[in-house]
């Protein structure tokens, strides 16, 4: 079972930064990272990937404004989220992809307003 757990949410206004961290157990360098974002009434969906060899794919809702990164070394990666909007207000969960099984993190409330 792979431990997944997330940090980094809060209130920020709009045009604002925050940073996301989620660590995972085990493997890590050999996991894709995920970071996906739901709110009430609406899907989960996709924000950004990183695979084990660090290529990334983004949403094109957040495209030019969040970047996610990994250090392997420390079983982390981050989703830096810039020039925030309020319709990124959401809750985010990190997930691990690894042998075609997912494990999910409890996710982090993200508020955008002013």
């Known amino acids: 079972q792979v431990q997944v757990a997330e940090s980094g949410g809060g209130l920020v206004q709009p045009g604002g930064s925050l940073r996301l961290s989620c660590t995972a157990s085990?493997?890590?360098?050999?996991?894709?990272m995920g970071w996906y974002r739901e709110t009430p009434g609406t899907q989960r969906e996709l924000v950004a990937t990183i695979a084990g060899g660090g290529s990334t794919n983004y949403a094109d809702s957040v495209k030019g404004r969040f970047t996610i990164s990994r250090d392997n070394a420390k079983n982390t990666v981050y989703l830096q989220m810039n020039s925030l909007k309020p319709e990124d207000t959401a809750v985010y969960y990190c997930n691990v992809g690894f042998l075609h099984v997912s494990y999910w993190g409890r996710g982090t409330q993200v508020t955008v307003s002013s």
């Open positions: 085990g493997r890590f360098s050999m996991y894709t």
